[in-house]
């Protein structure tokens, strides 16, 4: 049969399979709405056409859209469902990655499967499972014997050991995986003479990257000129990986402890049997403790190939063209000897080569594709096998070939990063009133992750046209074989070279709050920074993710922390009674005096405003307001009050804890170095932005012409949009050399004859904090001057008549006649600003998401909740930066009191 027959066949098979929702409907039946994340009916892959076919087979099923609310910036999908989950309007059926899966359990968010799937010490016929010794066999995890659920014995060990904990299943494998590998383009391998063959060791694979990077060759079509690298490297965590695995290293180790010899034993995440190397006993069924590993030497081999793939310095022979590498001594004098026959070969500055790998500040994919597409970019981390991406590319499928991670050295091996998704049940679903409901949606989640999602899946990928970029493996699975030719040999030949590599990433509770805040961070420093200290940084995140993070400090440590929060709790309440009684002291004296002028009468009305004030409308006139204010502001602080001395969980069960979140939360190297950075931030800014309308309103009061298109010219910014500014100015700020700043920079510095690199705005902690300010100067300040414009016209004309008559210039009037006017205004302005800018963080979140130094406080708190999930120590941290803040707010306070507002004359 022909390809095209085949396809027929194919198509017709599928409107057999699933016309969509037909069959006989009992009228009496009841309807199940399911929410389902990503179900789209005008959508395409696999959730939309199994939901249909769920549907067609079981017309009481109704699958509906899940649309969570949507939060600006890289966590905002999955703030946004945190947020439905924690409203009781979550999806039903939903979506995970791996290392969501733990953090999710934590929450409550995950519904229990046991009841689909099996039970630990059960058999499937509901008999239960014994040892040799008649005790119940539980082992912690569910056996082929004991499941109920016939996919779950096709199932990976690592896969059921990921989603179980303590004998309980909380979620099932979804269709969808990427093998996260190297794609190469095969032609530019060809044509530099390059080995397609996998290479065996780092060292193969840099001198493979060096013959294929040439930075000073002109790229057709590209739109910043770069040459072409050998390499490109996203800085994003989960790429870090297979390098580290490559190296023969472990991010985290699994340890148990014998109960009967109290010693703790550590294993590789993958570990299944747990069997005690003393005493030969298995540890399984025991609880598991994390430990972070970041410094061993597999980890920091690792991260010093990543720096030398950014930053070696080489040479290419001008006799011969092969590369060779420089030291320090080589630069400084200039000259290398040429490997084999030791002859010196001498260069000058412009001769270096740094690095074989190229990267971004701000990574973009699609604009990754488009390096790969164009040639500037030769190797790249991408997912392999996988129909996304490789049927995107406009690139011809004999040009692309796969390679796993190369290993540190050819004894070790390869490693293929396995990044799947994962499905799991809401816990609204729990109950006997929604037993039905829950069956219904564990048809759908099951059929999703089983054989007939991923056979409707393949058979969808076909129909299209696209059996070529799929697998071997899936086509089998499908009943598709026929189509397994369509497959390029080599690609077959790939796959069965390097999918045997895959390993998950960590999948332990808290992981992602590590890999995201730590390894990333550090990772980006190091692109940005030759001279980053990594290996103090890697110390310094290991120490905190196994004293704060993966695991609690030690009891008697926190015991002597305890005592001393304790101290301070009780200075603190002594502070604020005093602070009380002389405030109630204080309202008791006006009152007295108050009613003592009624009395006798003094000033006019008096009488007639006691009364006033000892009736009732005055209070049934405040009520809305009042009632307002206690509702959306009072009521949530006293929530958030609780929620800072618990263990918080949004759907979980929650505990009391006392001063234990603060205590964390001021030990927390991270915290100290928010700290630091808001105060940074908060100079930066204020030194900025407070100033700048004062004297831009003296301008545009002293100017004789054109004062209302001046004023005009300066609003406008404010009519922008807050995101549309940040943007724009993100583009400005553009680390490249075709960044518009650099451009004007690296121009201006040509014209004096100095040769300057490109600055890295964003990334640079010195100019970063500058950088994110600098919108809000230029939007904001119109806006303030015309307040303090607004003021000068309070300013009585005498007194500057006066002035000159004295001899007084400008500045002399400014300083004796125009600031002690307005002095008030600054003052309250000042404390207001002061305050405001502690709680900014939006042209942060936009412009650096809390890189180079620029996490300040309020963004550490939305981290801290929303991406890590702990709502108990970011309370703690937003009540902390609340204390910092009360003095300057009861400041304000006492000054509001003394201010006297006066009408501007016309």
């Known amino acids: 049969m022909s390809t095209l027959g085949k396809a027929a066949a194919v198509c017709l098979t599928g409107l057999v399979v699933w016309p969509g929702r037909v069959g006989v409907y009992a009228q009496d039946e009841p309807q199940y709405e399911i929410k389902v994340e990503w179900y789209d009916p005008n959508g395409r892959w696999d959730i939309p056409l199994v939901c249909f076919e769920v549907m067609r087979r079981d017309p009481s099923i109704i699958c509906t859209r899940f649309s969570p609310l949507q939060v600006q910036g890289g966590m905002g999908y999955t703030s946004g469902k945190i947020m439905a989950f924690a409203t009781g309007a979550g999806p039903d059926v939903f979506n995970m990655w791996t290392n969501q899966v733990a953090s999710f359990r934590e929450q409550g968010f995950l519904l229990p499967l046991n009841e689909f799937i099996g039970h630990d010490g059960m058999l499937a016929d509901g008999s239960p499972k014994l040892l040799p010794n008649g005790e119940r066999d539980l082992n912690g995890r569910i056996d082929d014997d004991e499941a109920t659920w016939d996919y779950w014995k096709q199932l990976d060990p690592i896969q059921r050991k990921i989603v179980t904990q303590d004998g309980i299943v909380y979620s099932v494998p979804a269709r969808r995986a990427d093998y996260v590998g ?8 060809r044509h530099y003479g390059v080995s397609e063959e996998p290479p065996d060791s780092w060292d193969d694979f840099f001198r493979r990257m060096q013959k294929l990077t040439w930075p ?14 050998g390499l490109y490297l996203h800085r994003y965590h989960i790429y870090l990986y297979p390098w580290v695995w490559a190296s023969g290293g472990n991010f985290v180790l699994e340890g148990k402890t014998n109960p009967r010899t109290g010693k703790t034993h550590w294993y590789p995440k993958e570990e299944l049997d747990f069997i005690d190397p003393d005493t030969g006993e298995g540890l399984a069924h025991l609880p598991s403790e994390w430990r972070v590993t970041f410094t061993t030497p597999e980890v920091i081999a690792a991260y010093d190939f990543l720096w030398r793939c950014f930053y070696q310095p080489w040479i290419r022979d001008p006799r011969t063209e092969e590369p060779i590498d420089l030291t320090d001594a080589d630069i400084e004098r200039g000259a290398v000897e040429r490997p084999g026959d030791g002859r010196p070969v001498r260069f000058g500055d412009d001769d270096i080569i740094r690095g074989v790998a190229r990267t971004y500040t701000t990574e973009d994919p699609v604009h990754k594709n488009e390096l790969f597409e164009r040639g500037e970019i030769v190797c790249f981390q991408a997912g392999v096998g996988t129909v996304d991406l490789t049927s995107r590319l406009e690139v011809r499928p004999d040009q692309l070939g796969f390679w796993a991670v190369p290993p540190r050295e050819p004894s070790l091996p390869p490693a293929l990063y396995l990044n799947p998704h994962w499905l799991g049940l809401s816990p609204s679903l729990a109950g006997e009133r929604h037993r039905v409901k829950r069956r219904k949606a564990w048809t759908i989640a099951s059929s999703l992750g089983s054989d007939l999602g991923k056979a409707m899946y393949t058979r969808y990928m076909v129909q299209q046209g696209l059996a070529m970029f799929t697998t071997p493996q899936e086509l089998r699975a499908a009943g598709l074989e026929e189509y397994i030719p369509e497959i390029p040999e080599h690609w077959r030949r790939d796959y069965r070279r390097i999918l045997r590599y895959r390993r998950y ?47 609690s400090r030690p009891e008697e440590e926190m015991a002597v922390y305890r005592r001393w929060a304790m101290g301070l709790v009780a200075l603190a309440f002594a502070l604020l009674a005093v602070f009380t009684l002389l405030l109630v002291r204080e309202l008791r004296h006006k009152t007295a005096e108050a009613v003592k002028a009624a009395e006798e009468g003094r000033g006019a009305g008096a009488g007639a405003a006691r009364n006033v004030y000892v009736r009732w409308l005055p209070w049934a006139l405040l009520f809305p ?5 206690a509702l959306w502001a009072y009521y949530p602080l006293i929530r958030g009050t609780a929620m800072a001395f618990m263990d918080y969980r949004l759907m979980g069960e929650r505990t009391w804890i006392g001063l234990d979140n603060f205590i964390n939360v001021i030990l927390d190297q991270q915290f100290q170095q928010s700290v630091i950075a808001t105060l940074k931030y908060v100079t930066v800014a204020l030194g900025l932005t407070f100033l700048a309308p004062i004297v831009l309103a003296i301008m545009l009061n002293e100017i004789p012409r054109l004062k209302q298109f001046f004023r005009t010219v300066f609003f406008l910014p404010q009519v922008c949009s807050g995101v549309v500014i940040m943007l724009l100015w993100k583009q400005l700020f553009e680390g490249s050399p075709q960044g518009l700043l650099n451009q004007v920079v690296l121009g201006a510095a040509s014209l004096f004859g100095a040769d300057m690199a490109p600055i ?11 950088c994110v300010v600098l919108p809000i100067l230029w939007a904001s300040t119109g806006m303030a001057s015309l307040i303090y414009l607004a003021a000068l016209k309070t300013v009585p004309d005498e007194l500057y008549e006066a002035a000159e008559i004295d001899g007084a210039g400008l500045w002399q009037k400014i300083r004796h006649v125009t600031l002690p006017m307005l002095y008030p205004l600054i003052v309250i302005n000042f404390v207001g600003a002061f305050i405001g800018t502690f709680h900014q963080m939006q042209n942060i979140f936009v412009m650096t998401g809390g890189a180079a130094g620029t996490r300040v406080l309020s963004l550490h708190i939305w981290y801290t909740a929303y991406a890590d ?21 009861v400041w304000q306070l006492r000054i509001l009191r003394r201010v006297e507002f006066r009408r501007a004359e016309e």
């Not at 190297?182 to 391998?189: A, E, I, S």
């Not at 307001?625 to 204010?629: E, G, N, Q, R, T």
């Open 182 to 189: 190297l794609m190469y383009r095969k032609d530019l391998l």
């Open 216 to 229: 000073e060759l002109e790229i057709e079509g590209a739109e910043k000129q770069s040459g072409r690298w």
């Open 505 to 551: 990433e960590p999948w332990n509770p808290d992981w992602l709050q590590v890999a995201r805040n730590d390894l990333a961070a550090i990772f980006d420093n190091i692109a940005r920074d030759p001279e980053f200290d990594y290996q103090a940084a890697l110390r310094d995140a290991e120490r905190r993710a196994n004293s704060y993070i993966m695991r």
């Open 625 to 629: 307001a009042l009632a307002s204010i």
């Open 760 to 770: 890295d705005w964003l990334g640079n902690e010195f100019w970063a904090p500058i």
């Open 869 to 889: 999930l702990k709502f108990g120590p970011a309370t703690a941290t937003a009540w902390v930066l609340g204390s910092m803040l009360i003095g300057f707010t």
